[in-house]
């Protein structure tokens, strides 16, 4: 998603501008470098943090200061799902490689949570469960199913029937397949923080310094912007749908989304153990509670068409989100304190697009397109750092760019 607040009251719930004066002075130019990221949000810190763990010399890159661009807008539900259910991407794949691509993206929560906890600093995880709603009878009976080849795989997962989710939470539903491998962050403490830890390794952070041209040249590659060229000999495209669109061609779908949040509750009721809340229509809602207890919910998804399109459809997606609110939280009096909107890629089979590019194998993409965007990431931040180091990645293939 792109940044785009709108403030009905209040201030907003992550503080965009708040620490960024540490960030605004860019350090020199190096010349050179192992690895130049071009992107500083959430999956760029995640490659930054893994490559220079390994000791390579980075540079990230970004036309904007960190964590101001999809990250601030990011709902930072974690969750293993994937935008294709394993049933359905095992008839797209195949069963084990669909087993193993969800397998990757349940780790990866665990990823997170080390990463988060070794970085000595309140980021906002926290392990949560996930109730994935069905929306209609025939999605109950397929999450059954879901449930069965999941836990056939070794993921958690556990099917809860109508009257379960009922008496437990209230939520109206057809069933729902729970899981405890989920949770939360916030995602714009979590990148910075990443990015502060990559450059008391060594990195350089150059904001506001937008990559102008990336060409091969001399067997590696050289990144031009508005203050010189560095060279490098790995160059990682971490820049979500703002990849330039004739490097994703054919590879993504753009749609818009839409978020709100609530001023601060005193109570959340039935909604107890504050479970991240999905469902399965399609576009689908989803919920989350906050640090600080506002009701923070999202969907209402159209395909993007332009930012001036996207922002006319803001009011009415408002009381749509607000209606769905109502119907998931029936006893509690809420009050939206802002929304936003945004956009965001999809892929066909929603798995994202992580390693070289077929006529450049020393440009890497780290795209992690879809509605776990985050997950991905992580996945994408291991798979790079090892084809940075010249180690074979068996995972890789899942993620080609030519799959």
């Not at 943090?49 to 964590?67: F, Y």
């Not at 935008?83 to 397998?103: F, H, K, N, T």
């Not at 998931?328 to 965001?344: D, K, N, Q, V, Y």
């Not at 994408?380 to 750092?385: P, T």
Request: proline share 4%; hydrophobic share 40%.
């Amino acid at each position: 998603m792109e940044e785009l607040l709108r403030l009905h009251s209040g201030a907003p719930f992550w503080l965009v501008q708040d620490g960024l004066q540490e960030f605004e002075s860019s350090g020199s130019l190096p010349r050179s470098c192992d690895v130049a990221v071009i992107g500083a949000g959430i999956t760029g810190a995640l490659v930054a943090d893994a490559l220079t763990a390994e000791g390579l010399g980075l540079v990230v890159l970004d036309r904007r200061a960190p964590a101001c661009g999809s990250t601030a807008a990011s709902t930072s539900l974690l969750s293993y799902e994937i935008d294709v259910s394993l049933q359905d991407l095992s008839d797209m794949i195949g069963e084990s490689d669909a087993a193993r691509a969800y397998q990757l993206s349940a780790a990866a929560i665990d990823d997170l949570a080390r990463a988060a906890e070794s970085l000595g600093e309140p980021t906002g995880f926290a392990r949560r469960p996930s109730l994935y709603l069905a929306s209609h009878r025939r999605d109950g009976r397929k999450l059954e199913r879901e449930v069965e080849l999941r836990r056939r795989h070794g993921l958690d997962a556990e099917f809860w029937t109508r009257d379960q989710v009922t008496q437990w939470y209230g939520f109206p539903s057809r069933g729902a397949l729970r899981t405890q491998q989920a949770g939360v962050l916030d995602p714009v403490r979590f990148t910075r923080a990443l990015l502060r830890r990559a450059i008391s390794r060594g990195a350089t952070l150059l904001p506001r310094t937008p990559a102008r041209d990336v060409r091969q040249e001399g067997g590696g590659m050289v990144v031009a912007t508005d203050r010189g060229e560095i060279r490098a000999r790995w160059v990682v495209y971490a820049m979500g749908y703002e990849m330039p669109a004739s490097l994703r061609s054919g590879m993504v779908a753009l749609h818009s989304t839409f978020a709100l949040v609530t001023e601060p509750l005193d109570d959340l009721g039935a909604w107890h153990d504050e479970s991240i809340v999905l469902e399965s229509s399609h576009p689908y809602f989803y919920m989350r509670a906050t640090e600080d207890r506002r009701v923070m919910i999202g969907g209402a998804d159209s395909p993007f068409k332009d930012a001036a399109l996207r922002d006319h459809l803001m009011p009415g997606r408002m009381r749509r989100l607000e209606k769905q609110l109502a119907t998931w939280l029936p006893t509690l009096t809420t009050e939206t304190a802002f929304m936003w909107a945004g956009t965001f890629g999809e892929t066909r089979d929603g798995l994202p697009y992580i390693g070289p590019m077929a006529d450049c194998p020393q440009a890497l993409y780290a795209l992690g397109y879809g509605a776990n965007g985050i997950t991905f990431g992580a996945v994408a931040a291991k798979i790079v750092a090892e084809l940075c180091l010249g180690r074979a990645n068996d995972d890789a293939r899942l993620f080609r760019l030519d799959r």
